[in-house]
Nanobody, 121 residues
Framework: QVELAESGGGLVQPGGSLKLSCTAS????????ADWYRQAPGNQRELVAE???????NYAASVRGRFTISRDNAKNTVYLQMNSLKPEDTAVYYC???????????????WGQGTQVTVSS
């Protein structure tokens, strides 16, 4: 069994910054790839950023140049640095990882519980 601990959300003023963390623990050898999604009230969940096993990243057009996804393989942790935040970035942010639970098994997919980000003055 794996657990994903998300942290770093909160209330920030427009133009401010936050850094989200997502740490996998338990029955996990390594994180292969990971994504950050977000969902605002009344909206569908949308992909914000993704990082592949080799470190290649991809971003939604709405956050490109402002957000940065990164990873620390030794800590099984994925980060989302969010700068120049706007009110429209307000949402619950979810971490999604593809991880290896044991050698010889396929990759598993798992979602975090979500962390609220509110951008408001």
């Amino acid at each position: 069994q794996v657990e994903l601990a998300e942290s770093g959300g909160g209330l920030v003023q427009p133009g401010g910054s936050l850094k989200l963390s997502c740490t996998a623990s338990g029955n996990v050898i390594r994180i292969d790839a990971a994504d950050w999604y977000r969902q605002a009230p009344g909206n569908q969940r949308e992909l914000v950023a993704e990082i592949a096993s080799g470190g290649v990243t991809n971003y939604a057009a709405s956050v490109r140049g402002r957000f940065t996804i990164s990873r620390d393989n030794a800590k099984n942790t994925v980060y989302l640095q969010m700068n120049s935040l706007k009110p429209e970035d307000t949402a619950v942010y979810y971490c999604n990882v593809q991880y290896l639970p044991r050698v010889g098994l396929p990759l598993y997919d798992y979602w975090g519980q979500g962390t609220q980000v509110t951008v408001s003055s």
